[in-house]
């Protein structure tokens, strides 16, 4: 931002806010570097009070580590099942062996059943789930 002084650059940067906020705010999630996605997701299922649980295919934990490393979410984070072998997407999340082979690990339909499961073990508000593929060799679809 470009001004004769600091306090014309701040009043542009006041008015480029306000326009960003009027068409995009509601996607706004922090106002600052300080503030990461995973410390407000932590804040408003605390805010809400609401709880979590994840299901991760390929990022193998990652989810719930990113999430259980933010200070306060042992309130909201039920836990997480990592089923990276489609084994485990059916014995321990409910994936129906059907819906891996119609449709392949790799798809939106595996990825809403694993959210069921998971919601199903751990009696979460919210969950989400991750599958892609990944890995040091690629994956399979």
Known sequence: MF?????????RLN???SFLDERIGAVIYARTRDERLEDVLVRLLQERGHTVSTAESCT???LADTLTNVPGSSAVVL????AYANEVKENVLGVRAET???YGAVSRQVALEM???V???TGSDVAVSTTGVAGPGGGSP
């Open 100 to 102: 891996l082979a119609k």
């Open 79 to 82: 836990g997480g099942v990592v």
């Open 115 to 117: 959210v069921a499961g």
């Open 119 to 121: 919601v199903k073990l």
């Open 3 to 11: 001004g004769e002084n600091r306090e014309e650059i701040d009043r």
């Open 15 to 17: 008015r480029l806010e």
């Open 60 to 62: 193998g934990g990652l």
